[in-house]
Antibody, heavy 119, light 107 residues
Framework: QVQLQESGPGLVKPSQTLSLTCTVS??????????WSWIRQPAGKGLEWIGR???????NYNPSLKSRVTISVDTSKNQFSLKLSSVTAADTAVYYC???????????WGQGTLVTVSS | VIWMTQSPSLLSASTGDRVTISCRMS??????LAWYQQKPGKAPELLIY???TLQSGVPSRFSGSGSGTDFTLTISCLQSEDFATYYC?????????FGGGTKVEIK
């Protein structure tokens, strides 16, 4: 059973960079044809897909965030990471990591981590 | 970008009811649609993909139908554990997008 767990600071100052890591257990991040994804959800609102990375390192980002997002993978640690630069209060949300097949159907999710942008 | 209209946004129902949730697209997406269930404080869980294929382990009271622009999630006999928020997601075009959600509450 694949499990994902997000980790990182819960508070980030405006204009700084949000950094989160997702640790995958119960299977190798390198096995299978999966995309490792980030999604976020502001409090009381809907879901927004941020981007994904394949184990080859190939990435796809939501155009609305592309200029500020970087997703990377560390196969040796079975982890992948999200960096979001120049954050504002609008980036305050619960951030989820998830696994998806090529069809971007998200079948395994982490529990989510709340990141608040505030000075 | 494909716009998605999910309705109703709030649905009040009783245990045992049959409920349907609609998801309408601004353009055709064939059957590239998934449904997720989210309970308060928890991550979404995949229920259905390819519009009508039940994810492993999901109870058979959940079903999905539709293609093109109009899709439906049906819960045939609502159980207490089904009170939650439901989201549709299209993966036909990039970026994948989600509907605004339907909260199913106890009547």
């Amino acid at each position: 059973q694949v499990q994902l767990q997000e980790s990182g600071p819960g508070l980030v100052k405006p204009s700084q960079t949000l950094s989160l890591t997702c640790t995958v257990s119960g299977g190798s991040i390198s096995s299978g044809s999966y995309y490792w994804s980030w999604i976020r959800q502001p409090a009381g609102k809907g879901l927004e897909w941020i981007g994904r990375i394949y184990t080859s390192g190939s990435t796809n980002y939501n155009p609305s965030l592309k200029s500020r997002v970087t997703i990377s993978v560390d196969t040796s640690k079975n982890q992948f990471s999200l960096k979001l630069s120049s954050v504002t209060a609008a980036d305050t949300a619960v951030y989820y990591c998830a696994r998806a097949g090529a069809a971007t159907v998200l079948d395994y999710w982490g529990q989510g981590t709340l990141v608040t942008v505030s000075s | 970008v494909i716009w998605m209209t999910q309705s109703p946004s709030l649905l009040s129902a009783s245990t045992g009811d049959r409920v349907t949730i609609s998801c309408r697209m601004s353009q055709g997406i064939s059957s590239y649609l998934a449904w997720y269930q989210q309970k308060p404080g928890k991550a979404p869980e995949l229920l259905i993909y390819a519009a009508s294929t039940l994810q492993s382990g999901v109870p058979s009271r959940f079903s999905g139908s539709g293609s093109g622009t109009d899709f439906t999630l049906t819960i045939s006999c609502l159980q207490s554990e089904d009170f939650a928020t439901y989201y549709c997601q299209q993966y036909y075009s990039f970026p994948p997008t989600f509907g605004g959600g339907t909260k199913v509450e106890i009547k």
